[in-house]
């Protein structure tokens, strides 16, 4: 019974994971499905397994543990009636209870998704008991989630290193800089501009610099001149900039030079 029961959980688990996955049932955005563009079929697929992964963790375990458990207390208190009876009752009984499930989240929709993967489980349990064709179509079948989860798991990493190499110098200039009030943001946010002013009595002139290190990886100088009286000086402060599946992060990575001798 519990190869079965196993099979059954893992079955209607997967397809149920399958269908809220598709583009019908994930949450749009305003710029698509969880943020990412709907018009990208490419972006879509490679970022559906990791939705797939969340909503199977929690979907197989709640079926593993209630539902294998409630399945097998209805045959033992079932098995008495006749077939047809008992089919139509413990399927019955399977829905409510799986939507009985779903209140635990507190919310009318998961009793919804409760029941339908209680009903499916039920489905499947009693073709997997009956047909031995059915065995076989339904091991065949249960490869289609798994492949597609593959699939999808299997473009992540590619396209996101497509998408991460066409991170531009310049973008990556504008993210240090764009802190406002913050002393990176005293800098141009572009190459070719100086900024010019004063303070404590110094001419201080202000540019940007950049270098690519690897693929979507950037370190970005800020260069302080100054001068005052015959005397000068010239401070450069170094920033790496990595993007990274779609993520920017930036952090300081040490500074040359004279020590400033003016207030900001």
């Known amino acids: 019974m519990l190869p079965k029961k196993l099979f059954s959980a893992f079955f209607s688990s997967s397809y149920f994971v399958l269908i809220l996955s598709s583009p019908i049932f994930i949450t749009r955005t305003s710029s698509g499905f969880f943020g990412y563009n709907r018009n990208d079929l490419f972006e879509y697929l490679s970022n559906i397994w990791s939705v797939?992964?969340?909503?199977?963790?929690?979907?197989?375990?709640?079926?593993?543990?209630?539902?294998?458990?409630?399945?097998?207390?209805?045959?033992?208190v079932l098995r008495r009636l006749g077939a047809k009876l008992k089919l139509i009752v413990s399927g019955i009984l399977h829905t409510l209870l799986g939507a009985l499930g779903?209140?635990?989240?507190?919310?009318?929709?998961?009793?919804?998704?409760?029941?339908?993967?209680?009903?499916?489980?039920?489905?499947?349990?009693?073709?997997?008991?009956?047909?031995?064709?059915?065995?076989?179509?339904?091991?065949?079948?249960?490869?289609?989630?798994?492949?597609?989860?593959?699939?999808?798991?299997?473009?992540?990493?590619?396209?996101?290193?497509?998408?991460?190499?066409?991170?531009?110098?310049?973008?990556a200039v504008k993210f240090v800089v764009a802190g406002a009030g913050t002393y990176e943001s005293l800098f141009p946010d572009e190459r070719t501009q100086t900024i010019e002013t004063r303070s404590d009595g110094y001419r201080i002139t202000r540019t940007t610099d950049i270098?690519?290190?690897?693929?979507?990886?950037?370190?970005?100088?800020?260069?302080?001149?100054?001068?005052k009286e015959g005397v000068s000086g010239e401070h450069t402060s170094f920033y790496r900039v990595q993007r990274k599946e779609g993520s920017t992060s930036s952090w300081a990575d040490g500074s040359t030079g004279d020590i400033i001798p003016f207030r900001h």
């Not at 919804?112 to 091991?139: C, N, P, Q, W």
């Not at 289609?144 to 992540?156: D, R, T, V």
């Open 52 to 76: 797939m992964f969340v909503y199977f963790m929690y979907t197989f375990i709640i079926v593993l543990v209630y539902g294998i458990g409630v399945s097998v207390l209805l045959e033992l």
């Open 102 to 171: 779903g209140l635990v989240f507190m919310t009318p929709l998961t009793m919804v998704y409760g029941g339908s993967v209680a009903l499916m489980f039920f489905i499947i349990d009693a073709i997997y008991e009956k047909h031995i064709t059915g065995k076989r179509m339904l091991k065949i079948v249960s490869l289609i989630p798994l492949l597609w989860g593959l699939f999808s798991f299997g473009l992540h990493y590619p396209y996101w290193y497509i998408q991460d190499g066409k991170y531009t110098a310049e973008e």
């Open 211 to 227: 270098e690519q290190v690897g693929k979507g990886n950037f370190r970005v100088k800020l260069i302080e001149r100054w001068e």
